[in-house]
C-alpha cells in the first residue's frame, strides 16, 4: 500500500468551495457580529442545514478569518480569542454548557463550581478574551422533547438569552432546519436569533445554465488539478456528469467530497493521471453513498434522459 496516494487525496481537504450560499451565510453571520458590536442589543444568527451541508465549514472558515492571538504589553500578556465553537452537550444544563464555553476559553478549572460562579467567570473570560462571535453547535440538545428535560431546557434557553443580552456577543446557532420553528416558537428567543442563513443541496443546471452543483464541480476540478496534479476527463462539471454526480449524492457536499476523494485514490492507485467516468462508477459501486443515491444501479452508467426520471422522482 503506498501512502503517499493518501497524503495526495487529503490535498482535497485543504481548500474550502465558496458557493453562494456558503458565502451568504460567510458574510451575514459576519455582519451580525459587527452588528452586536454597535447595536444596543446583541444581534444573534441561525445557521441551518441538513448533515454534510457545510456547516462546520462555514463556522470554521470564519474562525479562521479571526484567528486567536496573543496581545503582549510591558504591563501584561493575555489571550485574545475573538470567536470560537462550541457543542451545546446533551443532557444540556447551565453548568454543562457553561463549562463547554469556558473550556474553549482556556478556563483551568471549567465545570468546577456553581452555576453562577461559571456564569461569572465565563462573562468575564468572554470580556478578556475580546471575543465578538460564538458559535453554538448540536441546538436541537436546547429541545428536548422529553417532558424530564423540558424546563431544564427552558433554563438553559433563558440563560443563553440573558448572556446574549449581558455580554452584547454575536452568538450563532447551529443546527437542522427541522429546528428552526421550535426556535421561534420562543418568541423571546426568536427575537434575538432573527437573521437565518441555509444551506441547501446543490442543484445541477442546464446544458444552457449552470447551476450551483456545476460551479461547485468547476472549482474541485481546478484544485484537483493545482493539488494533486490529476486532471478529470470529462470535466467534472459537464452536464452528463454533474447529473450524474447529483443522482449519486443528491447535492450533499460531504457525500460529494467523499465520493470524489474515494474516485481520486482508485484513479492513482491504478498509475494513472486521468481521473473517468469509470472511477466514479467504480467508487459508487463501494456502495459509499448508498444514503443519497437515487438510482437503482450505478448513475454513471446512465444516459441524461434516463437519469433525469430519477431526478425528477417520476421513474
Known amino acids: 500500500m503506498d501512502l503517499i496516494h493518501f497524503q495526495t487525496v487529503s490535498n482535497l481537504d485543504k481548500f474550502c468551495v465558496n458557493h453562494l450560499e456558503f458565502q451568504q451565510a460567510f458574510s451575514g453571520i459576519q455582519r451580525c457580529m459587527n452588528k452586536s458590536l454597535f447595536y444596543r442589543e446583541a444581534v444573534g444568527s441561525l445557521l441551518l442545514g441538513d448533515g454534510g451541508m457545510g456547516k ?40 454543562s454548557v457553561a463549562g463547554c464555553l469556558l473550556t474553549q476559553l482556556n478556563d483551568p478549572a471549567p465545570y468546577i463550581g456553581t452555576a453562577d460562579s461559571l456564569t461569572k467567570r465565563l462573562s468575564n473570560l468572554l470580556t478578556l478574551c475580546e471575543t465578538k462571535l460564538v458559535f453554538l453547535d448540536e441546538m436541537h440538545h436546547l429541545f428536548n422533547i422529553s417532558n424530564s428535560l423540558q424546563s431544564v431546557n427552558k433554563n438553559v434557553r433563558d440563560w443563553i438569552k440573558t448572556l446574549t443580552k449581558n455580554t452584547h456577543i454575536s452568538f450563532c446557532l447551529v443546527g437542522l432546519k427541522e429546528f428552526e420553528p421550535i426556535v421561534t416558537s420562543d418568541l423571546e428567543l426568536g427575537r434575538r436569533f432573527l437573521n437565518k442563513f441555509y444551506l441547501n443541496p446543490l442543484l445541477p443546471g442546464t446544458e444552457q ?67 473517468t467516468r469509470q472511477y466514479l462508477g467504480e467508487a459508487w459501486q463501494t456502495g459509499m453513498t448508498s444514503k ?24
Open 209 to 275: 445554465q449552470q447551476g450551483s452543483l456545476n460551479l461547485f464541480l468547476g472549482e474541485i476540478d481546478q484544485q484537483m488539478l493545482k493539488r494533486t496534479g490529476v486532471a478529470s476527463k470529462p470535466a467534472l462539471n459537464n452536464h452528463l456528469l454533474t447529473l450524474q454526480i447529483y443522482a449519486a449524492t443528491q447535492g450533499n457536499p460531504a457525500f460529494i467530497m467523499s465520493l470524489i476523494k474515494e474516485t481520486l485514490l482508485m484513479c492513482l492507485e491504478s498509475g494513472d493521471k486521468v481521473l
Open 56 to 95: 462546520t465549514s462555514v463556522c470554521n472558515a470564519i474562525m479562521k478569518s479571526m484567528p486567536s492571538y496573543v496581545d503582549k504589553t510591558d504591563r501584561y500578556e493575555k489571550t485574545i480569542i475573538p470567536a470560537f465553537y462550541a457543542s451545546i452537550p446533551s443532557p444540556a444544563t447551565i453548568k
Open 292 to 315: 443519497t443515491n437515487l438510482t437503482p444501479t450505478n448513475p454513471f452508467e446512465m444516459r441524461e434522459g434516463e437519469l433525469a426520471k430519477y431526478i425528477r422522482g417520476i421513474a
